[in-house]
Every structure is written in structure tokens, then in C-alpha cells.
């Protein structure tokens, strides 16, 4: 398991959870303050986990959003992510599905 964080004057702008699964890396949490977004903090914390995956030769990164989440899921095509996977009321609090999204880093 590994984690990052990004600050700009002593405050917390975002983070990245990920972990290793056999030859794969899964982002398990992931978020950027909403007045950091759109200044590049997102793309820098996924190219770090990125970068790590690499070290023991993941490949693929992939991960789970919801599926009304828009904003997010343009932000990890832009990433070069796409969607593999759909699972059906995933997310709770409201219940909602969720979208798989993988990249291929080899």
C-alpha cells in the first residue's frame, strides 16, 4: 500500500490511496480540494501512483467511481482510463453504481 499528499501552505490539497494486487494497482481513495482542482494536483498524484506501479512492472491502475460523477470521469479519460466494468448499486449513502475504470501502463 502507498499514499500521497499535496500541500500548499501547510493545507492538505489532495491525495492518493493505492495498493498493489498481484500485477496490478488499484486506487482505492483519491481526491483533490475543490478549489484545488483544475491546477494539476489530480494529474501529478495519479502519475505518482503511476510512477509506482511501474516499480514492481503493474499493468494496469484501475479503479471505481460513480457513475454521476461527470466531472471525475472525464478527468481520468483525460488520463487515458477507460471504462472496463459496471457494478450495480456499489456505493451507498445515496446507492449508486459503479463504473470500472482501467488504464494499461506496460
Avoid: C
Avoid at 42 to 58: D, N, P, S, Y
Wanted: proline letters at 3%; charged letters at 25%; zero cysteines.
Amino acid at each position: 500500500m502507498a499514499g500521497w499528499v499535496t500541500e500548499e501552505k501547510d493545507q492538505v490539497t489532495g491525495f492518493l490511496v493505492a495498493r498493489r494486487i498481484a500485477s496490478d494497482l488499484e486506487i482505492l481513495n483519491f481526491a483533490v480540494r475543490p478549489d484545488e482542482r483544475q491546477k494539476g494536483v489530480g494529474t501529478l498524484l495519479i502519475r505518482e501512483a503511476v510512477a509506482w506501479g511501474k516499480t514492481f512492472a503493474a499493468h494496469k491502475a484501475f479503479l471505481e467511481v460513480r457513475s454521476s460523477n461527470l466531472a471525475a470521469l472525464l478527468f481520468y479519460e483525460r488520463q487515458g482510463f477507460e471504462v472496463t466494468g459496471h457494478r450495480p448499486r456499489y456505493y451507498a449513502a445515496p446507492i449508486e453504481d459503479a463504473l470500472v475504470l482501467a488504464v494499461t501502463l506496460a
